[in-house]
């Protein structure tokens, strides 16, 4: 199975902050990384597909980077709906597996 | 309108069976692969497989099978996850999503991303 991850597990930041978590893969994925963003009771939200695409409706303050097994999410100018935990998700081989989350706080 | 709504909370013991359905609608079905993703109190996100709703093909994660069975019934649109012999661990929150990709045979093809989701199914495995 491929292992996925994240850094940092949580980081605590401002409102207009520029924000960056990064995903690591066990093995090359080329570009099959997807970003996802979780609030507390609620369902995960893609932001990012294919490593860099924005999803249709995701404001572009968010940003998505890397190839192979290094990747970013970048959240530029922090805003307070931003709050919530975010996941990347590797769609290279099954079993899909995701990072254990990045919680973004005050 | 993109709509995955599944069914209620569950509550049950350890050694039964729980089966959670996913009502999609006709285009989704018809377009679309479904997953299950579960995610246990305060823990991330696990991937236990998908399948083709219109053709009912499978593939689970190999930590599921034996346990976990994936059904499609085409006259209401609906998909069905049922996971069998429950013990505590298996108390999560279950979800339905859809990609337009798949997985299949080792491989995925296409953007395997999930762009709708359900609301989510909690499932409680207690004595």
């Known amino acids: 199975d491929i292992q996925m991850t994240q850094s940092p597990s949580s980081l605590s930041a401002s409102v207009g902050d520029r924000v960056t978590i990064t995903c690591r893969a066990s093995?090359?994925?080329?570009?099959?990384l997807n970003w996802y963003q979780q609030k507390p009771g609620k369902a995960p939200k893609v932001l990012i597909y294919?490593?860099?695409s924005l999803q249709s409706g995701v404001p572009s303050r968010f940003s998505g980077g890397g190839s192979g097994t290094d990747f970013t999410l970048t959240i530029n100018s922090l805003q307070p709906e931003d709050f919530a935990t975010y996941y990347c998700?590797?769609?290279?081989?099954?079993?899909?597996?995701f990072g254990g989350g990045t919680k973004v706080e005050i | 309108q993109v709509q995955l709504v599944q069914s209620g909370a569950e509550v049950k013991k350890p050694g039964a069976s729980v089966k959670v359905s996913c009502k999609v609608s006709?285009?989704?079905?018809?377009?679309?692969?479904i997953h299950w993703v579960r995610q246990a109190p305060g823990q991330g996100l696990e991937w236990m497989g998908i399948?083709?709703?219109?053709?009912?093909?499978?593939t689970y994660a190999q930590k599921y099978q034996g346990r976990v069975t994936m059904t499609s019934d085409t006259s209401t649109s609906t998909v069905y996850m049922e996971l069998s012999s429950l013990r505590s661990e298996d108390t999560a929150e279950y979800y339905c999503?859809?990609?337009?990709?798949?997985?299949?045979?080792?491989?995925?093809?296409?953007?395997?991303?999930?762009?709708?989701w359900g609301q989510g199914t909690l499932v409680t495995v207690s004595s």
């Open positions: 999503a859809r990609s337009l990709g798949y997985c299949s045979g080792g491989h995925c093809y296409g953007t395997v991303h999930f762009d709708h």
């Open positions: 006709a285009d989704t079905f018809t377009n679309y692969y």
């Open positions: 399948i083709n709703p219109s053709g009912g093909t499978t």
């Open positions: 093995q090359n994925i080329n570009n099959f």
């Open positions: 294919g490593a860099s």
């Open positions: 998700q590797q769609s290279s081989s099954p079993p899909l597996t």
